[in-house]
């Protein structure tokens, strides 16, 4: 069923070239892992070494399962290891649209499912001694007066689905803690957070290995053969396993056709000054909350540990990024922070965001032996990991999670030609919608 399609744009070997991300620059200390060389045989094949495919293995083998992972580059290059480090709450689309589709009480288990993938994040970073400046709380701030009304509709939303304690805040108790006068007001929420993802899939990667993964980098499937017993093909080596899980998520291309069409990868640019004076940074964001605004095409940003503001937004669908993101970002951060209009810019960069058309995951099976998930639409940190989890329930054989996911129905992105200038339409309305609403 799958013989590979000529490079995806959206692709680790294109990416390759691209200029070295804040987080790459400031890694732990790693190691290189071998390509795949020779036949191999294994109980599940992983295909891609970002937070979903990492979480997958690792409790594939903690469920006694013979894994073998699969990276194209290296462990984190897709966007697990580019993102924003958010630690978000519940889905990129809200809590609505899955409550229409699936009902109130299945829509609550979701929303159950998605905290819980914090609580996982918390427990492997403290259980692996993961170094990845974990810092908790969180700001959704509103870019104009209209937002607070979306901000009031999120926290009743959050109430209505258990998730108490968050606070309304309105705009001078903003400014006393976010230095500036763009926003006005903040939903804020203490159990939600930032941290370095590359750091934390590093951390992850090992602890797989400890639990008895074999992990191979540089090792890009170029197909799929399906079946009882699907193989997976590398340039220099194969893979025959029970299962097969597909976590390449925007990365992925066009490995298996099935589900291709069923995201789009859409490009986010993301920048990091140089170490911002401590008084300057101490004051910036006082409580040291990730921030993200409350727009479509939204800005976000937070502190690192080393005092950089790490800044992102826009969104780019020609499935390019440029190598220079600074000209895109910088006008951006100085709206927000005039007065950074002088920072010098250390690090920007790229990534690709796997939206799906009603921006909820797309997990499930397109065979008895081929599982996947991806389409977390800008919120994957927290879903990819649980999604991780509910792929090794099912491959285990209790799939009662994985299939209340995997009943949400998905419309594809139309294909060939059509599928870039109707995207670019789509954002040029969503752009419009926040100048004016
Ligand atoms: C700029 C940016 C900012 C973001 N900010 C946030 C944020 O702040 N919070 C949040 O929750 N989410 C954020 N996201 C989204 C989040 O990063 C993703 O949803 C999440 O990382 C997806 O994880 P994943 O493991 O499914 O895929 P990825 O991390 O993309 O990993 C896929 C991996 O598969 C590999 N791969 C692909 N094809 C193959 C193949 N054929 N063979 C072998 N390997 C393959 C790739 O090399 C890649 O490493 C952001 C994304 C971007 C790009």
Redesign the pocket.
């Known amino acids: 069923m799958t013989r590979p399609k000529p490079l995806d744009r959206a692709?680790?070997a294109a990416?390759a070239v691209r200029p070295l991300t804040y987080y790459h620059a400031t890694a732990n200390a790693h190691k290189a892992r071998a390509r795949l060389q020779g036949e191999h045989q294994a109980d599940v094949c992983v295909?891609?070494?970002?937070?979903?495919?990492?979480s997958a293995a690792y409790e594939l083998a903690n469920r006694g399962f013979r894994v073998i992972l699969?990276?194209?580059?290296?462990?984190?290059?897709?966007?697990?290891?580019?993102?924003?480090?958010?630690?978000?709450t519940g889905f990129s689309s809200g809590m609505a649209r899955i409550a229409a589709q699936l009902g109130r009480e299945d829509a609550q288990r979701c929303f159950r499912i998605a905290e819980e993938g914090k609580v996982m994040i918390a427990s492997n970073i403290a259980e692996h001694g993961i170094a990845c400046d974990l810092q908790w709380g969180y700001l959704h701030v509103a870019p104009k007066p209209s937002a607070m009304d979306d901000l009031k509709e999120m926290q009743e939303e959050f109430d209505a689905y258990g998730y108490g304690g968050t606070e309304l805040i309105d705009r001078d108790a903003l400014m006393a803690r976010l230095q500036t006068s763009a926003y006005h007001g903040a939903l804020r929420e203490a159990r939600a957070g930032?941290f370095h993802?590359l750091n934390y899939?590093l951390g992850m990667a090992d602890a797989c290995e400890e639990s008895g993964v074999a992990i191979f980098e540089d090792?890009?499937?170029?197909a799929v053969e399906d079946g009882a017993r699907p193989k997976v093909m590398?340039a220099q080596g194969s893979v025959s396993a029970k299962f097969v899980v597909a976590?390449?998520?925007?990365?992925?291309?066009g490995?298996i056709p099935a589900i291709r069409r069923k995201i789009m990868p859409v490009?986010?640019?993301?920048i990091a000054t140089e170490p911002l004076p401590d008084d300057v940074a101490s004051n910036l964001i006082r409580d040291d909350e990730?921030v993200?605004d409350t727009n479509f095409v939204l800005d976000?940003f937070r502190m690192t540990a080393d005092r950089r503001l790490l800044f992102?937004g826009r969104c780019a669908y020609s499935g390019f990024i440029p190598n220079n993101v600074e000209p895109w970002m910088r006008p951006r951060l100085r709206r927000i922070f005039p007065q950074l209009a002088d920072v010098k810019i250390d690090y920007g960069?790229?990534?690709?965001?796997?939206i799906t058309m009603n921006r909820i995951p797309d997990i499930g099976r397109v065979q008895d032996t081929i599982y996947y998930?991806?389409g977390?639409?800008?919120?994957?940190?927290?879903?990819?990991t649980v999604?991780g989890r509910l792929l090794a329930e099912a491959i285990a054989g209790q799939a009662n999670r994985f299939d209340l996911l995997a009943r949400i129905r998905h419309t594809p992105f139309p294909g060939g030609v059509a599928r870039t200038p109707l995207l670019v339409l789509a954002m040029m309305w969503y752009r419009l919608r926040d100048a004016i609403s």
């Open positions: 692709d680790p990416e295909i891609g070494g970002g937070f979903t495919g990492l699969l990276e194209a580059a290296s462990i984190g290059w897709g966007a697990s290891g580019r993102n924003g480090g958010q630690i978000c930032h993802p899939c090792s890009r499937a170029l590398t976590a390449g998520s925007a990365y992925l291309g490995l490009g986010s640019f993301v990730a993200a976000y992102g960069w790229g990534g690709f965001i796997d998930a991806q977390f639409s800008g919120q994957g940190v927290v879903v990819g999604c």
